[in-house]
């Protein structure tokens, strides 16, 4: 069993940034691949950003390319997600997940096990 929690999030203004967090507990969290997903306000989850178990493969949503980057120190049992230039439309709650099944499909939320409790994003413009 593992148990994800995020923070980080908060009130920001276009064009700041922040560094997202999640926390992981269990002793094989280093072997998971990870997950960023967030919901806007009336949508649906959408995927954000993902990062194999080693960190040598980071996959990205279009919408964030370029803005937002992933990371994991497996030391540290914690994953980050790092967002610059930052827009209005990324407001959102965000949440980490991870998935013990080896599957690649890493855009799909339906390939993870765990998730964590999310944490706001709110951007002003």
């Known amino acids: 069993q593992v148990q994800l929690v995020e923070s980080g999030g908060g009130l920001v203004q276009a064009g700041g940034s922040l560094r997202l967090s999640c926390a992981a507990s269990?002793?094989?969290?280093?072997?998971?691949?990870m997950g960023w997903f967030r919901q806007p306000p009336g949508k649906e989850r959408e995927f954000v950003a993902a990062?194999?178990?080693?960190?040598?493969?980071?996959y990205y949503a279009d919408s964030v390319k370029g803005r937002f980057t992933i990371s994991r120190d497996n030391a540290k049992n914690t994953v980050y997600l790092q967002m610059n230039s930052l827009k209005p439309e990324d407001t959102a709650v965000y949440y980490c997940?991870?998935?013990?099944?080896?599957?690649?499909?890493?855009?799909?939320?339906?390939?993870?096990?765990?998730w964590g409790q999310g944490t706001q994003v709110t951007v002003s413009s």
């Open positions: 997940a991870a998935q013990r099944g080896g599957y690649s499909d890493y855009a799909s939320s339906r390939i993870y096990d765990y």
């Open positions: 990062i194999t178990w080693s960190g040598g493969n980071t």
């Open positions: 269990g002793r094989t969290f280093s072997r998971y691949p």
